[in-house]
């Protein structure tokens, strides 16, 4: 089954709301087997809506929406899935008592406006809202079948997993497993990464993708079967093939701060770091990860007091290095230092140090520190440089 989800809401196109749901959606689709293939936004117009949702059943069996469902007169879902398949609304009693039950049991009085709750497409099938005053309802046709969900979170997450879930299963035979596993990867460009797996990349089953985030990539394999062990089996083909080819540059499942937080407990080192900038990049990189911050025996943050080339640099960051491990008498001392200017192309050079027991190691790279995103290729890779120590790989 292909699907497709849209969001409705003047709120969430125009940026006021976050839409959550469709992510949850998104995932437990594919929890359930069904390929998702597209999500849209839509403001609250009912000629909108139902333009938006005929476009959708013109390539998609299934179609969920979310939201407009409530009293008001900019709660229009109703009208819009109406006019798209060409029905017109129905007022059904059974689902004006289920609305005025839910004000008695808040031992409220009813306004008259929710009267328009009790409205559906005609011969749309109604979901009880035991969580709300909005009924859903599921309309089947030969163009397609939509389900519309109310847009309040807590209420759409119940009905999907108490309605929907049971339906797509008990009524459309849906079994079909997807999964998808996430692999994290730094120390090579994205295009790199992409020529070294691009055979993967074109396979239908399993999909391969890959996304970049601040000098770190995930790559990300998802698989469909008709069992759960045929769907990981998949996945483990495709990894071994990853791995395999990224060798020393594919961290795990696991995010890099997280990684460097678990290698530096299993090891049972202690680290302290010199930050040479207040917006201190390796500290907020590692605090990213739970427990990042249990081996940090202390921080230095020194910015710049006076101008510093590359060279200097690199002096200062060995040397925060040495200072910082010295100072809190741990096993390893970790620094970065920009010097502080940038070159012609608008790039400052940023040096890396690690200070071990076994003796040091640097690495300088250039980067555009006048975006925030700069400072984040800093911390990952002061943390990468440590990975490749607490792993014994070679510089």
Known sequence: MDAEIIAIGSEILLGATIDTNSAFLARRLADAGVNLFRKSVVGDNAERIAATLR?????????????????TLDDVTREAVALAYGRALEF?????????????????????????QAYVPAGARAIENPRGTAPAFLVED??????????????MRFLFEQAVIPY?????????????????ATGLGESTIGEMIADLMLQSNPTVGISAKQARYELRVGAKAATREEAEGLIAEAEAIIRERLGEHIIGDEPLA????????????????????AVA?????????????????????????????????????????????????????LAAQSASEPDASGLTA?????????????????????????WEFVGTLALDLTRRYLLGADE
């Open 168 to 184: 797509l299963r008990d009524e459309r035979g849906v079994t079909d497993v997807i999964l998808v596993k996430t692999l994290h």
């Open 281 to 333: 990049p390796i500290y907020r990189a590692l605090a990213t990860a739970p427990g990042g911050l249990a081996h940090l025996r202390g921080l230095l943050v020194h910015p710049l007091d006076r101008p510093a080339d590359e060279h200097a640099a690199a002096a200062l960051a060995h040397a925060g290095a040495i200072s910082a491990a010295d100072r809190w008498r741990s096993d390893l001392g």
């Open 55 to 71: 476009e959708a059943l013109g390539r998609a069996e299934l179609v969920i929406c979310t939201g407009g469902l409530g009293p």
């Open 142 to 155: 030969a163009i397609g079948t939509t389900i519309v969900l109310p847009g309040v979170p807590y209420e």
């Open 258 to 277: 997280a990684t460097v937080a678990r290698l530096l407990d299993e090891r049972g080192l202690t680290l302290s770091i010199y930050e040479g900038a």
């Open 92 to 116: 059904r009693p059974d689902l004006m008592q289920q609305v005025e039950a839910r004000f008695t049991a808040m031992s409220r009085p009813m306004p008259e406006s929710n009267r328009r």
């Open 350 to 374: 940023v040096s890396v140090a690690l200070v071990t027991p076994e003796g040091s190691r640097q690495v300088t790279r250039r980067y555009d520190l006048r975006q925030p995103e700069g």
